[in-house]
């Protein structure tokens, strides 16, 4: 494995001469001199002393003795020789540069004082189960190429992990670490374990790179968990895990971040940028707000006890004033998508510059208090149907294939995750609740034209919905037919232009009568200045004469000055036939209505 550790091969890093300050064996080996620091009174390394004089050394040494094996290079029956002398109990115990060529197994040793393993290289398993550090372990600048066992290891100081090297797993399940734990810098080229692990002081986890999962679960953190710059191309776990302290990002995860189930109790903000973020059933007892970048965020069953805000971060993360890489997700639409909101009571949710338009949100609670802030894009129908805003539930249900529904009707609809189930899949009833409520939580936001969207989705489902009245029912088609649930201009508009021409039609027809002649009085005047009364009666309008002689310029004339004086309530004076009064009624009832649906439609898309 070519390792690289601090921009440099491993063998190279470690057989740096100007790092060595202290008197070197010197015994000669396949890679140089020896750098391992002489054990007194001799001048050479415990590696490298004679079988008499190791066994004097060691016999020297008791329970809780400190030993100095700075850069002895330690075959495995050394390291059980020099466990054995000490009864697997060390004083201070300094293994600084120190290299372990085959297995180090440590398992079950006690460190009283403080143990330093700086710089040491473990070029084989590395085992550490169920160890007690009393006092600081430093593991600073530490490779492990095989990786590291830390389970149930108990470090009572500071675990100092920062630029450590793991080149496979590094294994921590079970491990208490009652002090700070600092993992600054460290690089893990395999799955980071830390399950049922307890942090009471805190976790650094600044900078550091997991090329695999990162696994947190049941983890209790009893302070701050500071994952600034950390990068994990795998997924991470934070399952069942309660954080006391805040969770301090930015964080970058290329696969799933799961907080499901996860305890937040300190007052936080999150920076993640990440394939999925899963919020189930977690308990989110503070005021969190949550800048995201990518992810698909699920809150299904999330209880929310104080205002949460969730928020696109329009641009990459920053870490000590420098931009984040985001490598495993470069590429990706930025936005995040959030896609279920069952079981959440939205009351104390916010959402700004996120994605709905796959959000399921039947089954959450107290939608009308849901807050939109900046700009959240919904679903759209498919071409042809009315452009507007639609919830991803109602394109579950249109795409189902019921009985009756012709199949040009689902297409181009997105089917859901039951599909084409439709007992499990809302239908009109639990979406015309859904609509309704979103309606109020924009209109209370003053945003009228996005709630028009909303009211046109409840009318659409009360009218599609077969345990809707049938004479209601009716009532909805022409009111959607007409104007769009008075939401459509163009269409009410339409309507009237087809009312108005319709009725020109009739009055031309049946409407008109024909024309008067002009009425005289003829006659010899009696004697001058005797008076004269003469009374012309006015006859009734009469239409005769075929069809076809009806259909003049003029008689279009009168009918279009009758029919526009319909429209706003004013009358023409024009003589009409009976059919044709009855007709100039209807006009003047139907037409206005329209034009007042058209005014009203227009209204509800520029009204704030």
């Known amino acids: 494995m070519n390792l690289i550790h601090a921009g440099r091969p491993i063998l190279a890093f470690l057989s740096d001469d100007p790092r060595l300050r202290w008197p070197a064996c010197g015994f000669p080996g396949d890679r140089g001199a020896c750098f391992g620091v002489p ?9 490298h002393l004679e079988p008499e004089e190791r066994r004097q050394a060691l016999g020297a040494l008791s329970p809780g003795a400190a030993v100095d094996c700075r850069g002895v290079p330690f075959t495995r029956e050394l390291l059980e020789e020099l466990k054995a002398a000490v009864g697997n109990t060390f004083g201070e115990a300094d293994f600084g540069r120190a290299r372990f060529p085959e297995l180090a197994d440590f398992t079950g040793v006690t460190f009283t004082g403080e143990a ?7 070029a084989d398993d590395a085992l550490f189960y169920e160890v007690t550090f009393n006092r600081d372990a430093v593991f600073e600048e530490a490779v492990f190429e095989m990786g590291g066992a830390f389970e ?7 675990a100092w992990f920062q630029d450590t090297l793991f080149g496979s797993d590094a294994d921590f399940e079970h491990a208490r670490f009652s002090g700070g734990a ?6 893990m080229f395999g799955e980071a374990a830390f399950l049922a692990v307890t942090f009471t002081d805190g976790i650094v986890f600044v900078s550091v790179q997991v090329e695999e999962r990162a696994r947190f679960n049941e983890v209790t953190f009893g302070h701050d968990a500071v994952f600034a710059g950390a990068r994990f191309k795998g997924d991470v776990d934070f399952p069942d895990t309660t954080f006391t302290g805040p969770l301090v990002g930015p964080i970058v995860c290329g696969g799933v971040l799961d907080l499901s189930q996860a305890v ?7 920076r993640i940028a990440a394939a999925q973020v899963l919020l189930q059933a977690a308990q989110i007892n503070t005021v969190l707000t949550l800048d995201v970048r990518y992810a698909d965020v699920n809150l299904q069953d999330a209880v929310l006890s104080q205002p949460v805000a969730i928020n696109f971060h329009p641009r990459p993360f920053s870490f000590n004033d420098d931009p984040l890489p985001e490598d495993p997700l470069t590429g990706q639409d930025p ?8 079981g959440v009571d939205a009351a104390f949710l916010a959402l700004s510059g996120v994605d709905l338009s796959a959000c399921l949100f039947t089954g959450a609670h107290h939608l009308d208090q849901l807050r939109f802030e900046g700009h959240v894009p919904f679903d759209e129908p498919p071409a042809p149907w009315t452009r507007r805003r639609t919830i991803a539930e109602e394109h579950h249900w249109r795409a189902l294939p019921l009985p009756g529904r012709r199949t040009a009707r689902t297409r181009g609809w997105r089917p859901g995750p039951a599909h084409p189930d439709p007992a499990v899949t809302p239908g009109p009833k639990e979406l015309a609740a859904a609509y309704r409520q979103l309606r109020k939580a924009l209109e209370d936001g003053k945003n009228e034209p996005g709630a028009a969207d909303f009211y046109y989705g409840e009318m659409e489902m009360r009218r599609l919905d077969h345990d809707t009245p049938f004479g209601e029912r009716l009532l909805l088609h022409a009111y959607w037919l007409v104007s769009g649930y008075g939401l459509r201009a163009s269409r009410a508009l339409a309507a009237l232009g087809v009312a108005m021409a319709l009725t020109v039609v009739l009055m031309m027809l049946w409407g008109l009568p024909n024309p008067k ?13 005797s008076r004269i ?9 009469a239409l005769s004469g075929p069809l076809s002689q009806r259909w003049t310029a003029d008689r279009a004339k009168d009918a279009g000055r009758v029919v526009l004086n319909s429209v706003v309530f004013r009358s023409s004076e024009q003589d009409l036939t009976t059919a044709g009064t009855w007709i100039e009624m209807f006009s003047r009832f139907s037409e206005p209505v329209f034009l007042g649906l058209a005014a009203l439609a227009a209204r509800g898309r520029i009204k704030r």
Do not use: N
């Open 39 to 47: 054990w007194e009174p001799y001048h050479r390394c415990l590696a």
């Open 116 to 122: 330093f393993f700086w710089l040491a290289h473990f």
């Open 152 to 158: 149930h290891a108990d470090f009572q100081g500071s």
């Open 182 to 187: 600092l993992f600054s810098r460290a690089q």
């Open 264 to 270: 937040l109790t300190c007052p936080i903000r999150i």
């Open 335 to 342: 936005r995040p998508l959030i896609v279920m909101l069952a």
């Open 517 to 529: 002649p002009q009425q005289t009085a003829i006659g010899t005047m009696p004697v001058p200045g």
């Open 533 to 541: 009364h003469l009374v012309i009666d006015k006859s009734d309008p």
